[in-house]
């Protein structure tokens, strides 16, 4: 869903619009729609795993969200399904050790900046003692960019 607003004799109007369904499929028809539509890594079970280079989770076949994009005439499209995110099967790789080994290694640094105190106050300037979340996913982002080009 996506909030569509507009201005009317200076009122604000908001609205949201569904811009695609979620498909049913059974688990045969939702392997050969990731076969079709997944132009980029082969699909050989609805358990195998991609790696999300935007988000940065692990995904699986069964949880790859399938888009109705015109409501019934059989148009559809691929999507992480970790809230928010909004990756096609062009921003997933395949979890290799080497992969997997990096992002334990982010999500390590991640946890241990989360146990350090959130600040240092010196001089009436508080200096912080880790890092923000965005600088994790701007890291994150960094480490997963070459995978994205020679994927």
């Known amino acids: 869903m996506r909030p569509i607003v507009r201005n ?3 009122k604000l109007l908001s609205q949201t619009v569904t811009l695609s369904t979620a498909a049913r499929l059974a ?3 939702k392997l050969e729609v990731l ?3 997944d132009q980029f ?3 050989h079970s609805l ?3 991609r790696f999300c280079l935007v988000c940065g989770n692990l995904i699986s076949g069964r949880r790859i969200r399938v888009a109705d994009e015109t409501r019934g005439n059989g148009s559809l499209r691929l999507s992480c399904p970790t809230e928010g995110c909004n990756a096609i099967p062009m921003d997933w790789v395949l979890p290799t050790s080497e992969i997997l080994a990096k992002v334990e ?3 390590e640094e991640e946890r241990k900046a989360r146990e350090l105190p959130s600040g240092l106050t010196t001089d009436s300037k ?3 003692l880790h890092r923000s979340r965005d600088d994790f996913m701007s890291r994150l982002l960094k480490f997963a960019s070459p995978f994205k080009r020679y994927s």
């Open 8 to 10: 009317t004799d200076r």
């Open 27 to 29: 688990d045969d028809e």
């Open 35 to 37: 076969r079709r539509l």
């Open 41 to 43: 890594r082969q699909w």
């Open 47 to 49: 358990d195998e795993k």
């Open 105 to 107: 290694k982010l999500a």
């Open 126 to 128: 508080t200096v912080p």
